[in-house]
């Protein structure tokens, strides 16, 4: 406990206290793009050394649930620097957590004219809340090779986006159910390419993603979010041991 309020000083990063404030979706971006009120709800828990902000879309299909924010306009980069000029202000620092929904979604909550993307064509089991209620996920399309090659270029433009708009690095959100687990899961990725079925197939999403937004923006200025034992957001369980395996062999590549 008395560390906590102390200053925390790594070669990378180097934060007021030793506080960080966990990501929250808010849906509370109108438009998709962070507002005011937005910098106002960041600004008040600037106590924190370090803030992960709320799941942020790369793309217009990553946007699963109503109203969260985005990070591929203009528009929702200025609105972004409305955040990080305030956590700023506060000596704070603040990364963008990049959270494509992949499957995990409705296409009501979509933009006009995009679909529900997944890694296969397997539907979650479940509902999710939209504007008008409750409704089943929706059936997703899954990707061909070239919407693997966009899903990629989009988390990396994003990447520059963030820091563009003034963030201190960005958290890849590879837990949770969300794209990129949905990759590492054997039972919701059943792709026979390059980006399924062995351990180090179903990972190259991820580390292909983070191989590049590193040399972009610099690895110290990325992190991984990971969940290997959660099953919410209907991630079926695998055997123990093939978990243990996966996530070994993600951390050993992150790492490189
Ligand atoms: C309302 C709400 C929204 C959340 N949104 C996100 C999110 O966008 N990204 C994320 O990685 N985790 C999200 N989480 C998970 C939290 O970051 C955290 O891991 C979780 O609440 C467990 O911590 P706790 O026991 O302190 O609540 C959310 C949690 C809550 C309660």
Redesign the pocket.
Known sequence: MKKLFTPYNKAALQLKNHVVM????RSRAIGNVPSDLMATYYKQRSGAGLIIT??TSPSPEGLGYPRIPGIFTDAQVEGWKLVTNAVHESGSKIFL?L?HTGRIAHSSNLPEGYQVVGLSAVKAAGEIYTDTGMFEYSAPTALDEEGIAHIIQDHVKAAENAIAAGFDGIEL?G??GYLLEQSLNPHVNNRIDNYGGSIENRSRLTLEIIQKIATSIGADNVGL?ISPFLTSNDMPAYAEAEVHETYVYLAREVNQ
């Open positions: 966990a990501p929250m979706t709320e799941g957590q959270m959100h837990a949770h979010r």
